[in-house]
């Protein structure tokens, strides 16, 4: 088997003991990036199941709201699949602001499965080198080593 890609709203039909690795922003569609493939490509030759979150069918007219049910599934994926992955890999794109990616940082500092790449450049980047170092999360400064530590990590 190889690296096998799940996204939004496919249901996890995975084996809890899998390694896997859910993406962690930047998306804001239009602005960053597709990141995602990139680090996908740089995983595929391993056992690995990939959670990413750029759903192929997003519809930017949804209301952000948790009355809307495409918008909740949408939210509701994304924290579940955090929870159930092996690894986080968070790109803060210098792009973006990612506000997202932001609570998503504080809310997994503490699981253990962070890895963290913030170029020079995102407006918020002190801010993210402290959590970082409050709770010795791996920072890196480009996606090629983002993928590097990903790998490494998965790998274990």
């Given amino acids: 088997m190889r690296a096998r890609v799940l996204k939004p709203p496919v249901p996890f039909d995975f084996d809890a003991q899998m390694p896997s690795v859910f993406f962690a922003d930047s998306i804001e569609m239009g602005r960053a990036e597709d ?5 996908t490509s740089a995983l595929a030759d391993l056992d690995v199941i990939i959670l990413n979150p750029r759903r192929d069918e997003w ?9 809307n049910a495409k918008f909740r599934e949408q939210v509701d994926w994304e924290l579940d699949a955090q929870a159930r992955a092996t690894v986080i890999a968070m790109y803060f794109a210098p ?10 940082l504080g809310l997994f500092a503490s699981s253990g499965k962070l890895i963290v790449c913030c170029p020079d450049g995102y407006w918020r980047k ?8 409050r709770y010795s999360i791996p920072l890196v400064d480009d996606l090629d080593a983002l993928a590097a530590t990903a790998r490494a990590r998965l790998a274990r």
Avoid at 35 to 39: E, F, L, P
Avoid at 126 to 133: K, L, Q, R, T, Y
């Fill in 126 to 133: 002190g801010n993210v080198e402290i959590v970082c170092v």
């Fill in 95 to 104: 792009s973006t602001q990612a506000p997202i990616s932001l609570l998503e």
């Fill in 59 to 67: 519809d930017a007219t949804w209301r952000q709201s948790i009355d």
């Fill in 35 to 39: 990141w995602q493939s990139r680090i």
